[in-house]
């Protein structure tokens, strides 16, 4: 896995951005990096929001145009920034105590799906 995910999976987790996968957002709304030219270089992924059924949202991870690193770039040119690396889904009404853990087991099932696309 690269070092680009491995970081911002740490970061959503370290600065529990997780609390965020649990607010209410419009499907294709992004829910973390927060959308600046600063923060999309840094990261040089996100995740943006799903439809919500059955009390699951779906999550999907995409690459940010501002990415540096030569994999994400390729797959960036090949399949545009809207493309998903990954999809995992969350449940809606994960108690708070129990939400860092929803979010770690929605991001490995995504480590996955980065490694078969990016590597």
Do not use: C, W
Not at 32 to 37: A, E, G, L, T
Not at 47 to 67: F, M, P, R
């Amino acid at each position: 896995m690269s070092k680009v995910f491995k970081d911002f999976k740490k970061h959503i987790i370290n600065e529990k951005l997780y609390k965020k996968f649990f607010n209410n957002q419009n499907p294709g709304q992004r829910i973390v990096p927060n959308n600046n030219k600063v923060e999309n270089a840094q990261h040089q992924l996100r995740v943006d929001a799903g439809e919500v059924a059955d009390g699951h949202k779906n999550i999907y991870l995409q690459v940010n145009s501002e990415a540096k690193n030569t994999a994400l770039k390729k797959f960036r040119s090949k399949h545009g920034t809207h493309a998903n690396i990954a999809t995992a889904e969350i449940k809606v009404d994960t108690p708070e105590n129990k939400q860092q853990q929803e979010v770690e087991e929605a991001l490995e099932e995504m480590t996955k799906q980065y490694r078969s696309k990016i590597g």
